[in-house]
């Protein structure tokens, strides 16, 4: 019941192109503002294109 909710829920999203926002971006600068300082090491699961790995390096 709930699975079909979210899986109905993500493809009407999906559908629904916004112009200048982007899912995968949206929480790049709040996670960069976590990480503790002179940080050595990183896991980035789930990379996608690598553009969160780029701003990482």
Known sequence: M???KIRNDFDRIALHEQQGWN???HYHNFILKQLPLH???VL???CGTGSFSRLLA
């Open 2 to 4: 709930w699975t079909q």
């Open 23 to 25: 899912h995968n971006s």
């Open 39 to 41: 940080c050595e090491n």
């Open 44 to 46: 980035d699961i789930g």
